[in-house]
C-alpha cells in the first residue's frame, strides 16, 4: 500500500507480543496482526516495538543495536537502548532502558512503576523513530501501556516536523485497565495533566484516557464491545466521554491463529480430526475421561471450563448453576488459576462432586485436550471485549454455551435464539446462576440428539475467524486516517 511517499509506515506499539511475550489476548493480537498486515498484496510497512523485558533477554534472539539516545526525565535523562529483531518476518524493535531493566514481571502490579516503564517506553519507542528518520504514517498504540505515545503525539504535532503528519489510532483490549496511579510517572517525564479537556476531571492524568481523548482513531476488539463501552454498565465511568467520540470509535473482531489451533494437526491430542471424521473425537474424550479420573462413560455430556479466575469472567456464576443441575447426568472439568476465593471454590467444588473435577494451574496441553474431547465450553462472562475461548472451542467442535455480551455475542449463533440451522452456540443474557443453568438444561436437551449436536459441532468448526479479515479492516482504517 503506497501513500504519496512511498509504502504505509505503521508503528505499532504494544506491551505484549506473542510469541516473545504473551501473558493474554493482548499478546495473541500484537503477535498475530502485524505478520497478517504484512502478508496482505498491499501490505504496509508495520514495524512493532516492544519494552526489551529481561524474560526476552533470557531467549536467544539475534540483534542488532539500532539506537541509543537520551529520554528526559526529572530525576534526569534516562539511556535507551534500542535493538531490531525479526519476528515472523516483522521488523521488531526491543526497547531497553532503566525502567524496563528494573522490574523482572513483565506488570508489576503497582501502576506507578508500571506507568514508569510504560511511559519510558512509549517515549522511547517515538525517538526511536526520529533517531532512524523512519518517519511512520500510523502510530498504532494497544491499551493503556502506550497511550502515552498518542497523548505525547497530540501535544507534539503541531510544532514538530518529523510527526506533523503522523496520525494515531489506540485498540482497547480491556477498557476497565486505565492504568489509574500512573499520574506522577507520566508527569516526571513531562506529560502534563489534560486540564479543561473533554475528559471527566478524574481521568485528566489516566494513561488509557489521555489515549481515547488524543488518538484519532479509536477501536476496540469486537463491535459488541465497542457498542457496550458506551453504556454505564461497561464504560469505566467512561461513556459520556466516549460518547462524544463515537463518530471515531468502532469494533474490529480478533482472529484466531488457525495455524495453531487446529484439531487436524494439534499434537497435543491423542487423536486428532476434523469437521468430517468428527466421530474419531470420541477417542479423545475417553482418554481425557480416563486422564482425569471421571466415569469413562462417554455417552454422558462433558462440559468444561477454561478460564482465568477472575469476577470479569463470571466463574462464580458457575459452581451455583451446577448445583442446580444435580437432577441430569453430565460430568464438568474446571481449568484455571486466578483469584483465590474462587479457585477454592471450584475445590471445594471437586471434592463435594465426584463428576466435577477441578484442575486449579495453567496448562497449555491439557486446555488443548479439553477443547478436543468434551461437548460443552462454559464462558459466561460479565464483559467479554472479544473472546478467544468460544473461538477455539468452535474450532475444536466444543460447543459454546457463553452469556450475550461483547465477542461472545458477535461470534456465537444462539440456538433458540437465532435460527437453529445456522446456529453455533448456546447464549444466556443475564448474568446469574439461573439464567446459565436454564440454558444449561436447553443444551443438555438438545444434546440428547446427537444427530442435532453434529449440526452445532459442523457449523462452528466451519466458521471464519482468519485473522486475515481483520487484518483488512485494521489496513482500510489505516488508509481512512491518512486520507483525513
Ligand atoms: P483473556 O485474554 O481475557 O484471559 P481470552 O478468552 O481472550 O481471555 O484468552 C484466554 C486464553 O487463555 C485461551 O487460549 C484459553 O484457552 C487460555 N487459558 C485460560 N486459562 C487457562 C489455563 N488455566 N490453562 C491453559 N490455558 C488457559
Known amino acids: 500500500m503506497e501513500n504519496m511517499l512511498g509504502k504505509l509506515k505503521v508503528l505499532f506499539l504494544s506491551a505484549e507480543a506473542s510469541p516473545l511475550v504473551k501473558i493474554g489476548g493482548l499478546g495473541d493480537v500484537a503477535g498475530s496482526l502485524p505478520s497478517e498486515l504484512r502478508s496482505l ?43 531490531e529483531t525479526f519476528i515472523n518476518g516483522v521488523t521488531t524493535y526491543l526497547i531497553d532502558g532503566p525502567p524496563i531493566a528494573a522490574d523482572q514481571a513483565v506488570y508489576s502490579g503497582d501502576n506507578f512503576r508500571d506507568g514508569t516503564k510504560f511511559c519510558f517506553f512509549s517515549l522511547a519507542a517515538m525517538e526511536l523513530c526520529r533517531a532512524l528518520k523512519w518517519q511512520p504514517d500510523i502510530l498504532h498504540a494497544h491499551d493503556w501501556h502506550a497511550s502515552p505515545a ?3 503525539l497530540r501535544l507534539i504535532r503541531t510544532r514538530d516536523d518529523f510527526y506533523q503528519n503522523t496520525k494515531s489510532l489506540l485498540t482497547v483490549h480491556n477498557l476497565p485497565y486505565l492504568g489509574q496511579g500512573a499520574d506522577d510517572a507520566l508527569l516526571a517525564f513531562g506529560l502534563p495533566r489534560a486540564h479543561l479537556s473533554a475528559l471527566p476531571d478524574w481521568a485528566e492524568h489516566i494513561p488509557l484516557a489521555l489515549g481515547l481523548l488524543s488518538a484519532d482513531k479509536i477501536n476496540t476488539v469486537s463491535p459488541g464491545y465497542a457498542a457496550e463501552m458506551l453504556t454505564p454498565e461497561f464504560g469505566a465511568h467512561l461513556e459520556d466521554f466516549l460518547t462524544s467520540r463515537e463518530g471515531d470509535l468502532l469494533g474490529i473482531l480478533n482472529g484466531l491463529d488457525l495455524d495453531s489451533w487446529n484439531p487436524e494437526t494439534d499434537s497435543s491430542l491423542p487423536v486428532n480430526y476434523f469437521s468430517g471424521t468428527l466421530e474419531n473425537r470420541q477417542e479423545n474424550k475417553k482418554l481425557l475421561l480416563e486422564e482425569l479420573g471421571l466415569s469413562p462413560d462417554v455417552d454422558i455430556p462433558l462440559l468444561a471450563m477454561i478460564n482465568r479466575m477472575d469476577h470479569q469472567k463470571g466463574v462464580d456464576l458457575v459452581p451455583p448453576a451446577l448445583e442446580t443441575l444435580t437432577d441430569l447426568n453430565w460430568q464438568a472439568i474446571i481449568l484455571g488459576t486466578g483469584d483465590k476465593d474462587l479457585e477454592e471454590t471450584a475445590r471445594q467444588l471437586d471434592l463435594d462432586h465426584s463428576r466435577i473435577r477441578s484442575v486449579l494451574k495453567y496448562d497449555g496441553a491439557l486446555a488443548r485436550r479439553i477443547y478436543g474431547g468434551s461437548d460443552l465450553i462454559l464462558i459466561p462472562s460479565r464483559y467479554e471485549p472479544c473472546g478467544l475461548t468460544q473461538m477455539i472451542g468452535m474450532r475444536y467442535g466444543c460447543v459454546p454455551l457463553a452469556r450475550a455480551t461483547g465477542g461472545l455475542k458477535d461470534t456465537i449463533v444462539d440456538y433458540h435464539l437465532g435460527e437453529p440451522k445456522k446456529s453455533t452456540g448456546f447464549l444466556f443474557k443475564e448474568a446469574s446462576p439461573p439464567a446459565l443453568a436454564d440454558t444449561l438444561r436447553r443444551s443438555l436437551d438438545i444434546y440428547k440428539d446427537q444427530r442435532r449436536w453434529r449440526g452445532l459441532q459442523r457449523r462452528g468448526m466451519k466458521m471464519d475467524f482468519s485473522w486475515e479479515k481483520s487484518a483488512r479492516q485494521y489496513l482500510k482504517l489505516y488508509l481512512e486516517l491518512i486520507k483525513a
Open 41 to 83: 498484496a498491499d501490505s504496509p510497512d508495520v514495524r512493532v516495538a516492544l519494552p526489551f523485558y529481561p524474560t526476552i533477554k533470557k531467549s536467544k534472539l539475534a540483534l542488532t543495536p539500532t539506537a541509543s539516545f537520551e529520554i528526559a526525565h526529572t530525576s534526569g535523562p534516562l539511556i535507551c537502548e534500542a535493538f
Open 150 to 152: 498518542v497523548y505525547n
